[in-house]
C-alpha cells in the first residue's frame, strides 16, 4: 500500500517470530518525504535472514551481515558487514529507470578495500559489474589515502565524486540526489561535498539484482549500515535532507 500525505496512514510494525508482518496505525507528521519513496530497510532486525522494505515491498536476503549491532541516534540498531557479506533484492522494474532519483544512507566504516576491484566499497548498487553494466550505484571508490576515501554515485556508465574524502570509524548520513547527468548532489552529514569534475548519466532500466554491502564476490564493504532508503522520480531539497539527519540523531521512518 502507498501512503498518502496527512491524517492517519498504515505502517508496517515489527515482524512475528514466524516473519508475519502486524500492522497497525500511527498518526504521522506531513513531511512529505513520503513522496516518491519506493523502498526503506530500515535494517534493524535483531535476528533472521531477511532485510525487510517497510515501505515497499521488496525485502532482502541477507548473505552474512551481523544483525542487531549498535547505531547512532535514532539509526539502532544497525548492520554490520565485515567485508564478506552483502544483501541481495531481486530485481523488480520499480527499482529502475527513474528519470531522477534520491538514496539515503547511513554508514560507518571500519576499513578500506585496498586495490583493484575491491578498493570500491558498495553501499548501494544495482548490477554486477562497473562501469557500464549497472542501472546505478552508490560506493566508496578509490585509491585509499590514509584512512580516507571519496564517494560516489554513478548512472549506467560515468560517474560523479565528492570534493573531500571521509573517514573511517565515523558515522555519516550519506545523500544523493540525481536531477540529470550535470545536476547531482552529494550530501554527507547534510553538507554538499559534490565534486564538479565529472557528470553521472542517466539511470539504466535492465533487468539486474539490486544489492547493499557489497556484490557476491567483489566489492564488499567492512563497516555498519542503517536505514538506507530509495526513492524514484523525486529529487529530495536540501531542507528534506537536513530533516533526515536531523542534527546527527537520524529520523525514525515513523516520522517520515
Known amino acids: 500500500m502507498r501512503y498518502t500525505n496527512g491524517g492517519w496512514r498504515p505502517k508496517k510494525i515489527k515482524r512475528h517470530v514466524s516473519g508475519n508482518w502486524v500492522t497497525s496505525k500511527v498518526n504521522r507528521p506531513s513531511t512529505g518525504l513520503l513522496d516518491g519513496l519506493i523502498s526503506v530497510w530500515e535494517l534493524d532486525e535483531t535476528a533472521g535472514g531477511?532485510?525487510?522494505?517497510?515501505?515497499?515491498?521488496?525485502?532482502?536476503?541477507?548473505?552474512?551481515?551481523?544483525?542487531?549491532?549498535?547505531?547512532?541516534?535514532?539509526?539502532?540498531?544497525?548492520?554490520?558487514?565485515?567485508?564478506?557479506?552483502?544483501?541481495?533484492?531481486?530485481?523488480?522494474?520499480?527499482?529502475?529507470?527513474?528519470?531522477?532519483?534520491?538514496?539515503?544512507a547511513w554508514v560507518k566504516m571500519s576499513s578500506w578495500g585496498?586495490?583493484?576491484?575491491?578498493?570500491?566499497?558498495?553501499?548501494?548498487?544495482?548490477?554486477?559489474?562497473?562501469?557500464?553494466?549497472?542501472?546505478?550505484?552508490?560506493?566508496?571508490?578509490?585509491?585509499?589515502?590514509?584512512?580516507?576515501?571519496?564517494?560516489?554515485?554513478?548512472?549506467?556508465?560515468?560517474q560523479l565524486g565528492t570534493s573531500s574524502t571521509l573517514a573511517l570509524d565515523t558515522w555519516y548520513h550519506?545523500?544523493?540526489?540525481?536531477?540529470?547527468?550535470?545536476?547531482?548532489?552529494?550530501?554527507?552529514?547534510?553538507?554538499?561535498?559534490?565534486?564538479?569534475?565529472?557528470?553521472?548519466?542517466g539511470i539504466g532500466d535492465t533487468s539486474y539484482t539490486l544489492y547493499v554491502g557489497g556484490r557476491t564476490s567483489l566489492d564488499q564493504s567492512d563497516g555498519y549500515f542503517g536505514q538506507i532508503a530509495v526513492w524514484g522520480d523525486r529529487v529530495l531539497a536540501p531542507s528534506d535532507v537536513g530533516a533526515l539527519y536531523n542534527s546527527g540523531s537520524g529520523l525514525d521512518y515513523l516520522l517520515w
Open 50 to 104: 531477511t532485510a525487510y522494505d517497510l515501505h515497499g515491498s521488496y525485502d532482502g536476503t541477507n548473505n552474512g551481515a551481523a544483525v542487531n549491532q549498535t547505531g547512532t541516534g535514532n539509526i539502532d540498531p544497525v548492520y554490520y558487514f565485515d567485508g564478506s557479506d552483502y544483501i541481495t533484492i531481486s530485481d523488480n522494474a520499480n527499482l529502475r529507470g527513474f528519470s531522477t532519483m534520491s538514496i539515503s
Open 174 to 201: 550519506l545523500v544523493v540526489t540525481y536531477a540529470g547527468s550535470d545536476n547531482t548532489i552529494i550530501y554527507a552529514n547534510n553538507v554538499d561535498v559534490t565534486s564538479s569534475t565529472s557528470s553521472a548519466d
Open 114 to 158: 585496498t586495490s583493484g576491484s575491491t578498493d570500491q566499497d558498495i553501499i548501494i548498487q544495482m548490477g554486477d559489474t562497473t562501469p557500464g553494466s549497472t542501472n546505478y550505484y552508490f560506493r566508496f571508490d578509490g585509491t585509499v589515502t590514509s584512512d580516507k576515501r571519496a564517494l560516489y554515485f554513478a548512472g549506467s556508465n560515468t
